[in-house]
């Protein structure tokens, strides 16, 4: 999971009729605080120093990519000791960074009970969505399939990895549409053929999704 800015609503329309719908899971589908659980190891001042002074989020990218956390916490000890006591922190108690976001797990509610075909795209790590988030969130239920980036080796943007989520939907990017927070990641969709939805909460991604056509 990557950091973002507060994000502006964005839409694209797909080519052909969008049938199904490819969703992004933190910050959309479940909440996702990271400052949380390093504040709960060390403190929230020392938290809110250690995301201002330490080079976050390509650090966890790696993970999102496939790499071991064991090896994550390995580097920032030899690299960054400093900060190794909030890295720790943030990784032991990944747990407390995630929460439901009911509005949104309506929303994908009301799109499963109308038949559409709804999967999930994260950038996220493999070891941590199956410890944690798996089978945690009941909106994660109503998804036919999630593409986990640290399953795969590969992370939003590329290419790739929305040529796959089409290909685990069954359908074709132009029959997709992707709702994410990141701007870039939403880009990497459009750039596929997909309709893209910057997603800034459930009720704007409901009009828009409604504006594509969708049953909501």
């Given amino acids: 999971m990557g950091l973002s800015q507060s994000p502006t609503p964005a839409t694209t329309p797909a080519t052909l009729a969008v049938t199904g719908v490819v969703w992004d899971l933190g910050n959309v589908l479940i909440d996702w605080d990271p400052l949380a659980p390093v504040a709960d ?5 020392e938290a809110r120093r250690f995301f201002a002074e330490f080079d976050f989020g390509p650090w966890n990218l790696a993970c999102d990519a496939g790499r071991p956390w064991s090896d994550a916490l390995e580097e920032v000890r030899r690299t960054a000791p400093r900060w190794h ?15 439901p976001k ?12 109308a038949g559409v075909h709804q999967i999930g795209l994260t950038n996220f790590s493999a070891e941590t969505f199956r410890a944690h988030a798996d089978g945690r969130f009941p ?5 036919r399939d999630v593409v986990v980036s640290g399953e795969e080796g590969i992370t939003k943007p590329d290419p790739r990895i929305y ?37 800034t909460d459930a009720g704007s991604a409901r009009r828009a999704l409604r504006d594509l056509g969708l049953p909501v």
Avoid: C, I, K, W
């Avoid at 009911?102 to 009970?113: G, R």
């Fill in 41 to 45: 190891g060390v403190g929230e001042e």
């Fill in 85 to 99: 006591a909030a890295a720790s922190a943030y990784h032991r108690n990944f747990a407390r960074a995630l929460s």
């Fill in 102 to 113: 009911e509005d949104s797990a309506e929303l994908v509610a009301d799109l499963a009970a």
């Fill in 139 to 143: 909106v994660l239920a109503h998804l």
């Fill in 163 to 199: 040529r796959l989520a089409a290909q685990r939907a069954g359908l074709t990017p132009d029959s997709l549409v992707f709702l994410d927070d990141v701007e870039h990641n939403v880009e990497g969709a459009r750039a596929v053929g997909m309709a893209g939805v910057r997603f």
